[in-house]
């Protein structure tokens, strides 16, 4: 009897640690870089590099989700083009600090993946940060892409994939006839049945026009089919545009929302799940690992 309350109040204390850590950290999903055009160090092209990394993390401390950045010196070919993007239900402190990590392991050039590229794109769960020496301003730029998909099959795949498809498509509408043009961002929930909703988020780059955004949004609803068909939840993510869908909230309902309203417990269980769920090699492995590493502390302990 002891020891059985005593794994519920480890249980919940576990809860509590996972909490705390999901809304501390922002969580780094992957990072993509050219490899056929590199600079090479102590160059002008290094230098606008740096600079444009450290203005946009400094960008991010002003309460905003989007900023563009230029940083131009030396000669045409040595100009940085770069930008940030929350997403648009981000509080302003976790967007700055989702934006600074960003940019440092951007800057960080000894990782082996992305040594001295001129192009590269990281995204998080919470930002997106990416520079490249061509403009890509205004642009729809749909490569690279990235999906995720929830492991959890849904039963009634024809009529939840009506759903979804009605429901992403409204999302997408709404978000790129925002009356806000600085945030073109919008979620929408649905009834599946009694007892099951569906949520859906969809987003552009606020420098898109509403018809290039929905015309990326469509893009990436269409390669639904290809990331996540049958899964209870799946996201595309774009440089310029991206989706997410699962059957629990996974954003912040009054956007932007200070994270004491969210209630701890529930939204400590539904970020269990999502961890639980997730097939990616990387965030599956660094929840499993932070899971694993709590329960074995707690064990040690416990003995
Ligand atoms: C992006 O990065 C992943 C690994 O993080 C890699 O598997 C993939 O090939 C890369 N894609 C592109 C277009 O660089
Ligand atoms: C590098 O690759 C990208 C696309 O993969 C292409 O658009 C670009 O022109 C290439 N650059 C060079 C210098 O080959
Ligand atoms: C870059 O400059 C630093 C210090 O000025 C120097 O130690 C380093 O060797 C230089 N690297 C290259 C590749 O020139
Ligand atoms: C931001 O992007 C717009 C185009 O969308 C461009 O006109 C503007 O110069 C950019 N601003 C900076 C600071 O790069
Ligand atoms: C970025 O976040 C990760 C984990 O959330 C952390 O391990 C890392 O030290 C952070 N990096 C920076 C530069 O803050
Ligand atoms: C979900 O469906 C896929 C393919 O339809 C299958 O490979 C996978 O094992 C299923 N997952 C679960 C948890 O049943
Ligand atoms: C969603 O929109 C796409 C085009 O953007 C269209 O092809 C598709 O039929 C629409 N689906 C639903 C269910 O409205
Ligand atoms: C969005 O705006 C376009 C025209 O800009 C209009 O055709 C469409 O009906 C609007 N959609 C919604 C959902 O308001
Ligand atoms: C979902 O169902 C509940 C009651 O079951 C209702 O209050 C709510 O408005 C419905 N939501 C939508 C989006 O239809």
Known sequence: MALFSLKHALFFMFLIFTTVHASDDPIFLRQNCTTNETFTSNTTFQLNLRTLLSSLSSLATRNTQFRNATVSGGSPSDTVYGLFLCRGDVPPQLCQQCVLNATQRLGNQNTDTCKFAKSAII?????????????????????????LRNTANI??????????YTTLN?????????????????????????FQTLYCLTQCTPDLSPQDCRRCLSDVIGDLSWCCPGSQGGRVLYPSCNFRYELYPFYRMD????????SPTASTIKKGEAGKRVVSSEIATATFVSIGVTWLWWVFVLK
């Open 155 to 164: 039963s009634d795949t024809k009529s939840f994939l009506r759903l979804l």
């Open 123 to 147: 995204w998080y769960d919470e930002c997106l940060v990416r520079y490249s020496n061509r403009n890509f301003f205004s642009t729809v730029e749909t490569r690279p892409r990235m999906r």
């Open 255 to 262: 956007s932007p929302a200070p994270e004491a309203n969210v």
């Open 170 to 194: 409204e999302t997408a509408d709404e978000a790129a006839n925002s009356s806000n043009v600085d945030k073109l961002y919008a979620t929408k929930q649905a009834n599946i049945s009694g």
